[in-house]
């Protein structure tokens, strides 16, 4: 139904910066939001930063004034600019997207952030 390809992760130092792109594909006219999520080893998976489809931004605490959620409606394709990354930011990132009317959420399979000190 939707297929999402994440892409743009890597290896930086502290203090770096990395973008990361979320590609949608399929029955993109079904979803309601789009956003990020991560998971550290050992972690719960935890909100990121989401958008809806109106605009309504949302971001966690942690990385509020470091992280900005864009999205390109043309290219179904999601983006999260990392700034300022910081060591407790590695993790894997997943992009999500949400069929509201249908209770459904679709996830990419990852892309790993690590952030040296």
């Known amino acids: 139904q939707v297929q999402l390809v994440e892409s743009g992760g890597g290896l930086v130092q502290a203090g770096g910066s990395l973008r990361l792109s979320c590609a949608g594909s399929g029955s993109m006219f079904s979803i309601n939001s789009m956003g990020w999520y991560r998971q550290a080893p050992g972690k719960q998976r935890e909100l990121v930063a989401h958008?809806?489809?109106?605009?309504?931004?949302n971001y966690a605490d942690s990385v509020k004034g470091r992280f900005t959620i864009s999205r390109n409606y043309a290219l179904n394709t999601v983006y999260l600019q990392m700034n300022n990354l910081k060591p407790e930011d590695t993790a894997v990132y997943y992009c999500n997207a949400g069929d509201r009317t249908k209770s459904i959420n679709y996830w990419g399979q990852g892309t790993q952030v690590t952030v040296s000190s």
């Open positions: 958008m809806s489809s109106y605009g309504s931004i």
